[in-house]
């Protein structure tokens, strides 16, 4: 069956999608995948644009109608969160009420800042791998870092005043949900649990032929060093990542409940995310 797929070329998603898109973790799929910036794969889920697609936690929230997550392929952990930063030499003590660049509307990173800040923030959405330039520059005063730039950020000039995912950690005490794979409701329902599989043995394709992977997770990695690469999957690619396991559905709960209360999302739909 011939089935389109969209996730972000960060070094978790290719890594872990790698073996499935080549045809190699089943012959049941012929994949037609697309790779793009989380904000763009959470815009085109509110459109049901893919049959299957990567997204952020806070978007799948309000599109649980159209898409399920799977068991597998979460990023979601502990250490992993979004970072709250700022150019080095400015003395900042606080982030309200000051202009922040996140990484988009319906990212999870810009969840949680909403939950640290109480919404008192002055939010502008740029791509994410323009927030450092954009910092450096003066174009604002803070920003949200996702993805490789959470490795790079002190030797490019930058200072973290929040881990967002150490506070979630500190205040919830679950793991922080960050990106989740779904797939489109409208299809056989035996279709998400046979991708489901087919997803687990690509996982596992990936760590028994790590060196065949590296070629195709450096050609889309905005950071093109072995090192930043490894460290990346080390810490985005874990147990949640093939299965979310009791622990995992609690912590997603337990966002979705949060971004609830503070009306942030939609609520009454707690039957719909699993």
């Known amino acids: 069956m011939e089935l389109s797929l969209a996730y972000s070329p960060c070094p978790n998603d290719t890594f872990l999608f790698y073996h499935l898109t080549h045809g190699k973790a089943s012959d049941q799929f012929q994949i037609r995948e ?5 904000e763009e794969l959470n815009r085109a889920a509110f459109l049901g644009k ?43 003590e606080s982030a309200r009420g000051k202009k922040i660049l996140i ?15 109480k919404n008192d923030f002055q939010a502008e959405a740029v791509r994410y791998d323009k927030i450092i330039p954009l910092l450096l520059s003066g174009e604002a005063d803070f920003g949200v870092l996702i993805h490789e730039e959470r490795f790079t950020y002190e030797r490019q000039g930058l200072e973290k005043l929040q881990d967002l995912g150490e506070w979630w950690e500190e205040t919830t005490g679950k793991h922080i ?35 065949e992977t590296y070629k195709y997770i450096l050609k889309h990695s905005q950071d093109t060093t072995r090192e930043v690469v490894d460290a990346h999957i080390a810490l985005y ?9 009791t622990e995992g559905r609690e912590a997603i709960l337990e966002l979705y409940r949060r971004g609830v209360e503070a009306g942030f999302l939609p609520s009454g739909k707690e039957a719909s995310l699993f």
């Open 237 to 245: 690619v874990n147990e949640f990542t093939r299965s979310l396991g």
């Open 103 to 117: 990484p988009g509307e319906f990212t999870t990173a810009n969840l949680l800042l909403k939950l640290f800040l």
């Open 50 to 92: 893919y049959q299957t697609t990567k997204l952020s936690f806070a978007a799948y929230f309000s599109v649980m109608d159209q898409y399920s997550i799977l068991d597998s392929g979460s990023a979601l952990g502990r250490n992993c969160g979004p970072l709250l930063v700022f150019k080095k030499g400015k003395n900042f």
């Open 34 to 38: 697309e790779l793009h910036d989380v």
């Open 177 to 211: 949900p960050l990106g989740a794979i779904a797939i489109r409701r409208d299809l056989d329902p035996t279709l998400k649990l046979d991708f489901d599989n087919a997803l687990k043995k690509s996982l596992d394709l990936g760590y028994q032929n790590r060196e």
